[in-house]
């Protein structure tokens, strides 16, 4: 049987570090400091690669160990913003991290979506599914502007019923 949730794990090679830079976190257990959204993480090198990535849990990151973007990275990364990215052209830079959330929670919903499209107990609804999926996946190719207009409330209210 297809995976069809291959496309919704992170693929970093084809990020620019959107989850380094775009999403804030506070000093605790998860991580060692307090940064700012839109800021890119002391770790982040010029290449988009973590410096600590080997040992992100001895150095106070347990939480990105666990963090998964679902794909999100790379699908601004590559086609929202066709390859451009945030050191290259800084006017866009906040757009992309602003994009970078938004398309998190679709390709999550996508996750759920597929998964349970895959269960004998949904066939009942499967049509609805299908429905769902079709509708996240158009959703998450618009682009950066139109991407900033979806009301992701209301959609994941839509998508949780099915779930």
Known sequence: MTNHNDHLKANCEKCFGLCCVALPFAASVDFAVN???GKPCSNLQSDFKCSIHKNLRGNGYKGCTVFECFGAGQKISQVTFKGID???DAKHARKMYDAFPVMHQL???LWYLNEAILLQATQSIHKELSKAIEE???LSN???DELMKVNIPLHRAEVNVLL
């Open 35 to 37: 940064k700012d959204g």
């Open 86 to 88: 945030w050191r290259k």
């Open 107 to 109: 390709h999550e919903m």
């Open 136 to 138: 996240t996946e158009r």
């Open 142 to 144: 618009l682009n950066a």
